[in-house]
């Protein structure tokens, strides 16, 4: 008997003899069941003449292939393989946000571990350049005291700002770098069911970090330079005479430069995973991204927007209650946030506001880096076909042979190999 599942007519038999059913098990002489008392007895009718063909069957029977013209039953297609954190086959919006929620449940203690450095870190080095720029008078807080400032108190004052809100700035980006970085690892080996230590992202990481700093500040220079290019004219117009004009032609330009630098960033938005998990260079990656990204530009526009919004949103629920505290806690108390004497504030109200920054940093850096690097393997998954390396890496039985060799698509594997 054949065990593949088939159709059969009632009283067909495999051996021939009139009377007997296909089903396993059935007596020799059964009649067929559930027929009415008009038709014939067992033996007295034929599939093709006579009393004509019988009803089609009402359910699967075993034994036998199914007769020409009759369609096999739909199960439905097998679920996607999941071996990690996200199923194998192209992702929605929510899965990509839940596969980075779940990436940070499984490997709480790596990722976490990982946000919390940097962000102490980068809000270590906020909380000292904002008590500075509390304390020094050469900022520009102390131009607040004097009633008429000389020009060189004003550029003292504008050197001493910049100067350390760039070191802030630097301290950021370098820790942005970094948590981008290993986070990245992490996914990657999450989504194939892999456990990774924080000792495995950082050897992941650690050579391919130069190059994700280049490539972070060629895009903040890119991005810089539009914006310079939209307001300079109008700037030039204001000094010229023309402060109107020039305002407004400074707001037009910004604008249109804006709308300029978001296309743009959207475009290059998957060369930092791109970088990561393929081991490009900076070029080669913003080239892959502009690649991924072509034809699905609102899709990913659309889901970075989203994780901004869920990013605000869980941060402002975190720190609003600290920066409440720190302002009852300050030396002026809510009397010097409402009057915008943020130097009366003092380091109280600072070291508050750092806590639950450094608090609300530590839950919102997976998520964000999730995101990118979840959205960069979907993209390569439905243009690549990316879950083939993915299954055969994650050892899926079926797929160790799925890729014929180095031409593979997706043969640029995810897993940072």
Same mark, same amino acid.
């Given at each position: 008997?054949?065990?593949?599942?088939?159709? =059969?007519? #009632?009283?067909?038999? *495999?051996?021939?003899? @009139?009377? +007997?059913?296909? /089903?396993? %098990?059935?007596?020799? !002489?059964? &009649?067929?069941?559930?027929?009415?008392?008009?038709?014939?007895?067992?033996?007295?009718?034929?599939?093709?003449?006579?009393?004509?063909?019988?009803?089609?069957?009402?359910?699967?029977?075993?034994?036998?292939?199914?007769?020409?013209?009759?369609?096999?039953?739909?199960?439905? =297609?097998? #679920?996607?393989?999941? *071996?990690?954190?996200? @199923?194998? +086959?192209?992702? /929605?919006? %929510?899965?990509?946000? !839940?596969? &980075?929620?779940?990436?940070?449940?499984?490997?709480?203690?790596?990722?976490?571990?990982?946000?919390?450095?940097?962000?102490?870190?980068?809000?270590?080095?906020?909380?000292?350049?904002?008590?500075?720029?509390?304390?020094?008078?050469?900022?520009?807080?102390?131009?607040?005291?004097?009633?008429?400032?000389?020009?060189?108190?004003?550029?003292?004052?504008?050197?001493?700002?910049?100067?350390?809100?760039?070191?802030?700035?630097?301290?950021?980006?370098?820790?942005?770098?970094?948590?981008?970085?290993?986070?990245?690892?992490?996914?990657?080996?999450?989504?194939?069911?892999?456990?990774?230590?924080?000792?495995?992202?950082?050897?992941?990481?650690?050579?391919?970090?130069?190059?994700?700093?280049?490539?972070?500040?060629?895009?903040?220079?890119?991005?810089?330079?539009?914006?310079?290019?939209?307001?300079?004219?109008?700037?030039?117009?204001?000094?010229?005479?023309?402060?109107?004009?020039?305002?407004?032609?400074?707001?037009?330009?910004?604008?249109?430069?804006?709308?300029?630098?978001?296309?743009?960033?959207?475009?290059?938005?998957?060369?930092?995973?791109?970088?990561?998990?393929?081991?490009?260079?900076?070029?080669?990656?913003?080239?892959?991204?502009?690649?991924?990204?072509?034809?699905?530009?609102?899709?990913?526009?659309?889901?970075?927007?989203?994780?901004?919004?869920?990013?605000?949103?869980?941060?402002?629920?975190?720190?609003?209650?600290?920066?409440?505290?720190?302002?009852?806690?300050?030396?002026?108390?809510?009397?010097?946030?409402?009057?915008?004497?943020?130097?009366?504030?003092?380091?109280?109200?600072?070291?508050?506001?750092?806590?639950?920054?450094?608090?609300?940093?530590?839950?919102?850096?997976?998520?964000?880096?999730?995101?990118?690097?979840?959205?960069?393997?979907?993209?390569?998954?439905?243009?690549?076909?990316?879950?083939?390396?993915?299954?055969?890496?994650?050892?899926?039985?079926?797929?160790?042979?799925?890729?014929?060799?180095?031409?593979?698509?997706?043969?640029?594997?995810?897993?940072?190999?």
């Amino acid at each position: 008997m054949n065990d593949s599942p088939g159709w =059969a007519s #009632p009283g067909s038999s *495999p051996s021939g003899e @009139p009377g +007997r059913t296909d /089903g396993p %098990g059935a007596p020799q !002489d059964a &009649a067929p069941q559930n027929w009415s008392e008009q038709q014939p007895p067992a033996g007295q009718w034929q599939a093709t003449g006579g009393w004509g063909a019988p009803p089609p069957p009402t359910g699967p029977v075993w034994g036998g292939p199914a007769p020409s013209g009759w369609q096999q039953p739909h199960w439905g =297609a097998p #679920p996607s393989p999941k *071996p990690g954190v996200i @199923p194998l +086959r192209p992702l /929605g919006v %929510g899965e990509i946000l !839940d596969g &980075a929620v779940s990436t940070m449940r499984a490997h709480w203690r790596t990722v976490l571990t990982i946000s919390f450095a940097v962000s102490l870190l980068t809000q270590g080095a906020m909380l000292l350049v904002q008590g500075f720029m509390l304390d020094d008078s050469a900022t520009l807080n102390s131009l607040d005291e004097g009633a008429a400032p000389s020009f060189d108190d004003v550029m003292n004052a504008v050197g001493g700002t910049l100067a350390a809100g760039g070191l802030a700035l630097v301290i950021t980006l370098l820790g942005s770098v970094i948590a981008t970085a290993m986070l990245t690892m992490v996914i990657s080996r999450a989504v194939l069911g892999h456990r990774v230590t924080l000792a495995e992202a950082w050897s992941d990481a650690r050579h391919q970090l130069p190059r994700l700093l280049g490539l972070t500040l060629l895009l903040s220079l890119i991005g810089g330079g539009i914006i310079a290019i939209g307001i300079v004219p109008g700037i030039l117009v204001a000094v010229g005479g023309a402060t109107a004009a020039g305002a407004g032609l400074a707001f037009l330009g910004g604008a249109v430069a804006l709308g300029v630098v978001v296309w743009l960033m959207i475009r290059l938005s998957l060369a930092s995973p791109a970088l990561m998990l393929e081991k490009q260079g900076v070029l080669k990656s913003m080239a892959r991204s502009v690649k991924l990204v072509r034809g699905s530009w609102w899709r990913i526009l659309g889901i970075q927007l989203l994780t901004m919004i869920l990013v605000y949103i869980v941060s402002s629920i975190i720190q609003i209650p600290f920066a409440v505290v720190g302002m009852a806690a300050g030396n002026d108390g809510l009397s010097a946030f409402a009057s915008g004497n943020q130097a009366g504030l003092g380091w109280t109200y600072l070291i508050v506001v750092g806590i639950g920054a450094v608090i609300g940093s530590t839950i919102t850096f997976p998520i964000q880096a999730g995101v990118t690097a979840l959205l960069y393997m979907d993209q390569r998954i439905r243009r690549e076909a990316l879950d083939i390396e993915l299954a055969r890496a994650a050892g899926i039985p079926g797929h160790s042979d799925a890729l014929g060799g180095a031409g593979a698509p997706g043969n640029s594997s995810a897993t940072g190999g």
